[in-house]
């Protein structure tokens, strides 16, 4: 099986900067997709960044120009940079990694989720 794990969050001012990191470990052999998502309380989650396989990338309106999705493919690592952070981005940011495993069986995983607050 394959677990993932997000680091990296915290509290940081308006127009800061975090970069969040979602460690893949386990059986994983590759990565095909990646997945950022946050939400709120009371609110619906939200799809925040997307890498696909050939490493194109999509972002929410939202934060557009602002965060960018990236991954180590050797240390099994996906990241989301975010910069000039707003009020607005408070959130639980989540990652999903889909691949598949030294077994050539597909996985998709969800991390547990790491606590962003952007706050003066």
Same mark, same amino acid.
């Given at each position: 099986?394959?677990?993932?794990?997000?680091?990296?969050?915290?509290?940081?001012?308006?127009?800061?900067?975090?970069?969040?990191?979602?460690?893949?470990?386990?059986?994983?052999?590759?990565?095909?997709?990646?997945?950022?998502?946050?939400?709120?309380?009371?609110?619906?989650?939200?799809? $925040? &960044?997307?890498?696909?396989?050939? +490493?194109?990338?999509?972002?929410?309106?939202?934060?557009?120009?602002?965060? #960018?999705? @990236?991954?180590?493919?050797?240390?099994?690592?996906?990241?989301?940079?975010?910069?000039?952070?707003?009020?607005?981005?408070?959130?639980?940011?989540?990652?999903? $990694? &889909?691949?598949?495993?030294?077994? +050539?069986?597909?996985?998709?995983?969800?991390?547990?989720?790491?606590?962003? #607050?952007? @706050?003066?």
């Amino acid at each position: 099986q394959v677990q993932l794990v997000e680091s990296g969050g915290g509290l940081v001012q308006p127009g800061g900067s975090l970069r969040l990191s979602c460690a893949a470990s386990g059986m994983v052999f590759t990565i095909y997709t990646a997945r950022w998502y946050r939400q709120s309380p009371g609110k619906q989650r939200e799809l $925040v &960044a997307a890498m696909a396989r050939s +490493g194109s990338t999509n972002y929410a309106d939202s934060v557009k120009a602002r965060f #960018t999705i @990236s991954r180590d493919m050797g240390k099994k690592v996906v990241y989301l940079q975010m910069d000039n952070l707003k009020p607005e981005d408070t959130a639980v940011y989540s990652c999903n $990694v &889909a691949g598949a495993d030294y077994n +050539g069986a597909a996985y998709d995983s969800w991390g547990q989720g790491t606590q962003v #607050t952007v @706050s003066s």
